[in-house]
């Protein structure tokens, strides 16, 4: 977003807000968006769990930025970061808060537009594709439903084998 969005209600960590409240502040959000389109900009982007097991999270996050580096140029842009993400040397301004995603609202709508996507993602296309595993209610978390689910069907290309082996289920 280029604007301020303090005055969008209930914007916090994703992780602190339950779906319909993360869906509330995602559909007033693309309401401004529709609003002026140039100022408030939302993007998602996705990487495969068999390319993150061959690259490894980092490696992707890195990807990712070099992404997003290429839509909003890094030198004129003002990146902000939650604390502990690693910044790829291109990205020179930029600042980096601990708990960004509870105390600044660009990145706490990051969090939220992320988690939403992702989640939707899990129960609209892998559920359909791989219905036993039941994406539609964990949708990819490590629950026990799930890793029972994993044991009962084996994996599935939705699975990071990276993941299993460190769990160990």
């Known amino acids: 977003s280029r604007l301020p969005l303090t005055h969008i209600n209930n914007l916090d960590d994703s992780k602190k807000l339950r779906s319909n409240q993360r869906l509330a502040i995602l559909a007033e959000f693309d309401s401004l968006a529709k609003i002026e389109p140039d100022n408030y900009i939302r993007l998602n982007v996705r990487i495969s769990a068999r390319k ?14 070099n992404r997003v580096g290429k839509k909003f140029l890094p030198e004129d842009t003002l990146y902000l970061f ?21 105390i600044i609202p660009v990145i706490a709508l990051a969090s939220i537009s992320a988690k ?17 595993y039941g994406f539609d209610s964990h949708v990819g978390y490590g629950t026990k439903s799930h890793r029972e689910a994993i044991l009962n069907n084996g994996m599935c290309n939705q699975h990071r084998s990276s993941w299993i082996k460190q769990t160990a289920l």
Do not use: A, W
Not at 60 to 65: A, G, R, S, V
Not at 82 to 102: A, C, E, L, M, V
């Open 82 to 102: 939650d604390y502990g993400i690693p910044i790829p040397n291109q990205f020179t301004h930029y600042r980096s808060f601990k708990k960004g995603d509870s």
């Open 52 to 65: 993150v097991d061959k690259l490894r999270i980092r490696q992707c996050y890195l990807e990712l930025l």
């Open 116 to 132: 939403e996507s992702r989640d939707k993602y899990m129960k609209n296309t892998v559920h359909k594709k791989f219905p036993n």
